[in-house]
């Protein structure tokens, strides 16, 4: 009987484990945090302040396209606040959400792994974007930083065992 099942068990596809690695649990605090501060910052921009104090138009004038700070501020706010919202609950959570089936059969993982590395990188390209037009400060570096390591993260061996899924046949 325990032979049975031993080699029933040993012929089941290997499911993720259930305990969540350091490295979902790095990536979550990372993505709270990104969501956080993209929604403050984000709101910030949108509505013109920054504390008490008026956002100074002067970087405006070296982007080229942007006339306003309403742009960069939905971006901020909606794409890198409520999408690390939204990817923060989906790698911890892992629900199964039918709209986002083709990441599953395109990657053979969850959603929430290829969508913390579309968040990275889109991370570095903002904070790039950042430097060439308004200059370097501390912040841009942090920023940066948080970038690298949700892009690297979810490669990790530990986080793409945690979050892989069967493929569709």
Do not use: C, N
Not at 44 to 52: A, D, E, K, V
Not at 80 to 93: C, N, Q, V, W
Not at 106 to 119: F, Q, V
């Amino acid at each position: 009987m325990i032979l049975a099942s031993t080699h029933a068990a040993a012929a089941e596809p290997s499911r993720p484990p259930t305990r969540r690695p350091a490295s979902v649990w790095v990536t979550f605090g990372l993505l709270a945090f990104l969501s956080l501060s993209a929604i403050f910052g984000g709101t910030g921009l949108i509505f013109g302040i920054w504390g008490m104090q008026l956002i100074p138009r002067e970087p405006l004038d070296r982007i080229p396209v942007i006339d306003t700070w309403l742009i960069p501020g939905l971006v901020l706010g909606i794409g890198f606040g409520l999408g690390s919202l939204a990817t923060a609950y989906g790698i911890l959570r892992t629900p199964p959400w039918p709209w986002l089936e083709f990441v599953r059969q395109l990657t053979g993982r969850h959603w929430s792994w290829l969508a913390t590395i579309a968040l990275g990188l889109g991370q570095l390209a903002w904070i790039l974007i950042e430097w060439i037009y308004i200059g370097i400060s501390p912040l841009l570096i942090i920023y940066g930083a948080v970038g690298a390591a949700l892009t690297l993260l979810p490669l990790q061996a530990s986080a793409r065992r945690y979050l892989k899924t069967a493929r569709a046949s």
